[in-house]
Every structure is written in structure tokens, then in C-alpha cells.
T-cell receptor, first 112, second 115 residues
Framework: GESVGLHLPTLSVQEGDNSIINCAYSNSASDYFIWYKQESGKGPQFIID?????DKRQGQRVTVLLNKTVKHLSLQIAATQPGDSAVYFC???????????FGSGTKLNVKP | GAGVSQSPRYKVAKRGQDVALRCDPISGHVSLFWYQQALGQGPEFLTYFQNEAQLDKSGLPSDRFFAERPEGSVSTLKIQRTQQEDSAVYLCASTPGPGGDYGYTFGSGTRLTVV
């Protein structure tokens, strides 16, 4: 199938380690952010979201941190598993919910 | 169906040919979105429908691109006189309510290759 990971920054981690994926967003007016996971040949899959009135949100094995001062998002994945291997995108939503602006993505490679 | 369905899964078109890409959103979903994803890049917004109304088409790259959702369910993205720069994966997404709050459910996309 097609690859979405060509020429993307790649993060390689050992199975069981924690992963941190970073994203710089562009619009200071953005007030809603989502992390998506995209496996080869599939559409992006929602992982976790955060609104601008928060600086941290936790899900199952994932945590998103938001630093509005420097316009930075991070996704932390605990105890990374081979099934976490994919391309991860952050997406920002300024002004309304009708469109999202996606970052360029980071490829996560989990070594068994 | 349980998810967003797109067809065809792959499409090869000769330059200058017209193509039509279909999206079946999750049943009952009000909002439908089209995105274009070039190889190695993040998706880029094309257009947004709320029921049958096309509320935002600001991302359509040229007047060769046209989208419709006449009955508020299935949507078709049409590209006329395809060019090589149109080669990309075209993603459709839907949400239950207005807008993209709480994130989209994406389909697997249609990979268009223009030769």
C-alpha cells in the first residue's frame, strides 16, 4: 500500500520506552488541537484532543501537553508498543470548527 | 456501515481526464469534509458540507475541483481535466454535528495518480 511516511522526520524508540512527539503550531488564535495517528494506507485516526484553556490532558497511555506561550504541542506515549508505529500529525483549529490545519507529521518507528 | 467509506480505493487517470471520487459518511452524520493529502505531507482542507449545504469551499485549489452532497448524505468530489499536481490521496471525513468538534472520523481515502 502507499506510504505516508516518506521524507518525514522519524523517531525510533525501543518497545516499552516512552515516546515524545513534538509539534509547533502556527496560529496564536488556535483554540482547539487534535493529535491523529495515520497508519499506512489508512485515514488519520483521532487519538486525543485539547482545548486552549488547558495545558495538559491525559488519555489511555497518551498525554498531550500544550504550551501556548511558545505555540508548542507534544504527544507523550507511555510504554510504546509495535502497534504504535505510524505517522503522527498534530492539527490546529483557529476560530471555528469547520477546518483543521495539519502539521507535516512525524513517523514513529517502534523497534521490538 | 460503521465507518466512512470511500471509492474507488485507487484511481489512475490520464492527464486531462475527468474523475469522480465518492464518499459515504457515517449514517446520520451532519458534517462532511474533504481533504487532500500529498505524499509525505499532512492533509489539507478542501471543502466542508453541513447536510447538503456547502458552507466552505475555500480550500478547493482551482475551478477544476467541484464537490456536491445533494441529499445530505453521499458526497462526490469531481476533478475536471486532471493534471499531474492533482495526484494525491483524497480523504473524506464526517462528524455527527456541525463542524469538527471532537475530531473527525476519516475514511481510508482514494489515491489518485495522474499520468
Amino acid at each position: 500500500g502507499e506510504s505516508v511516511g516518506l521524507h518525514l522526520p522519524t523517531l525510533s524508540v525501543q518497545e516499552g520506552d516512552n515516546s515524545i512527539i513534538n509539534c509547533a503550531y502556527s496560529n496564536s488564535a488556535s483554540d482547539y488541537f487534535i493529535w491523529y495517528k495515520q497508519e499506512s494506507g489508512k485515514g488519520p485516526q483521532f487519538i486525543i484532543d485539547i482545548r486552549s484553556n488547558m495545558d495538559k490532558r491525559q488519555g489511555q497511555r497518551v498525554t498531550v501537553l500544550l504550551n501556548k506561550t511558545v505555540k508548542h504541542l507534544s504527544l507523550q506515549i507511555a510504554a510504546t508498543q509495535p502497534g504504535d508505529s505510524a505517522v503522527y500529525f498534530c492539527a490546529e483549529n483557529p476560530y471555528n470548527f469547520n477546518k483543521f490545519y495539519f502539521g507535516s507529521g512525524t513517523k514513529l518507528n517502534v523497534k521490538p | 456501515g460503521a465507518g466512512v467509506s470511500q471509492s474507488p480505493r485507487y484511481k489512475v487517470a490520464k492527464r486531462g481526464q475527468d474523475v469522480a471520487l465518492r464518499c459515504d459518511p457515517i449514517s446520520g452524520h451532519v458534517s462532511l469534509f474533504w481533504y487532500q493529502q500529498a505524499l509525505g505531507q499532512g492533509p489539507e482542507f478542501l471543502t466542508y458540507f453541513q447536510n447538503e449545504a456547502q458552507l466552505d469551499k475555500s480550500g478547493l485549489p482551482s475551478d477544476r475541483f467541484f464537490a456536491e452532497r445533494p441529499e445530505g448524505s453521499v458526497s462526490t468530489l469531481k476533478i475536471q481535466r486532471t493534471q499531474q499536481e492533482d495526484s494525491a490521496v483524497y480523504l473524506c471525513a464526517s462528524t455527527p454535528g456541525p463542524g469538527g468538534d471532537y475530531g473527525y472520523t476519516f475514511g481510508s481515502g482514494t489515491r489518485l495518480t495522474v499520468v
